[in-house]
């Protein structure tokens, strides 16, 4: 698995010509370009090697909320502390009439997390309580760990906020499955995550857009490969949507995904 970034490097200059330094600064400058002026940074890194390609260093060490990024720790915090059984836990939709269609009908666990729907896990937020989400928050070192926005809304525009690197290194423990949590709710958390599932390539991913204003929007996540696996951050001035759209980009220049 050492071999797994070389690999990918000499890909990238097979394909683009020059040193790895001018493939990284061409795939610097496209990404500019589909920006179209927005601010925006990109981390992906194999998990392996350590080797990551990053775009605006200095938007990647700076804090932003959460957002729907925030539902991955906290399915595993509610799985932790029996807030809900499984994936398949069933919460009956409250009869409000919400935004997004896919919001105003029952839920579960796994659903919540696929259609990101808030009073999901607003509801499992409450049955977690402050104490118990104040630990476990600790324990995952999630961003600055600050739930004093409320216990229901304290992810969304509110206290707690984390950077782009800091989301690659909670994405790189959950991968590794190194946190202080039980192995299989890990692993349900991941399996829930996934977005896309190919052949060659399985993406697992969370969203995040800030509703009030659509002013921040983020991806996080990691794909899995045959060369190995890679954990990634995206945030910019517009919304989760974008941030996706983005990111599948860098990771078809990086030749990690395969160009369609």
Known sequence: ???????????????????????????????????????????????????????????????????????????????????????????????????????????????????????????????????????????????????????DSFWLDSSLEISAREQTDFFEGLVEESFPFDKQQMRTVKRIMINDEQNDYTIHGKTGTRLSDYGLGWYTGYVETEKGEWVFAVNLDGSGTEAKNLTLEVLKKLNIIPKE
Do not use: C
Not at 44 to 57: A, G, P, Q
Not at 93 to 121: C, K, Q
Not at 124 to 137: S, V
Not at 143 to 150: K, L, Q, V
């Open 1 to 151: 698995m050492k071999r797994t970034a070389a690999l990918v490097l000499s890909i990238a200059l097979v394909v683009m010509g020059g040193t790895y330094a001018d493939a990284k600064n061409s795939i610097k400058s496209d990404i500019t370009d589909m920006l179209n002026g927005k601010d925006a940074t990109v981390i992906i890194r194999n998990v392996k090697t350590e080797k990551e390609f990053v775009y605006n260093k200095y938007r990647s060490e700076r804090r932003y909320t959460p957002e729907s990024t925030y539902k991955v720790p906290h399915a595993l915090i509610g799985l932790s502390t029996g807030a809900v059984r499984d994936e398949y836990e069933v919460k009956r939709w409250d009869g409000v009439m919400r935004e997004f269609p896919d919001w105003n009908r029952d839920h579960t666990l796994a659903s919540g997390m696929r259609y990101s729907v808030i009073w999901y896990y607003q509801a499992m937020a409450r049955d977690i309580g402050e104490e118990r989400m104040q630990e476990n928050l600790d324990l995952l070192d999630y961003g600055n760990a600050d739930i004093s926005g409320g216990i």
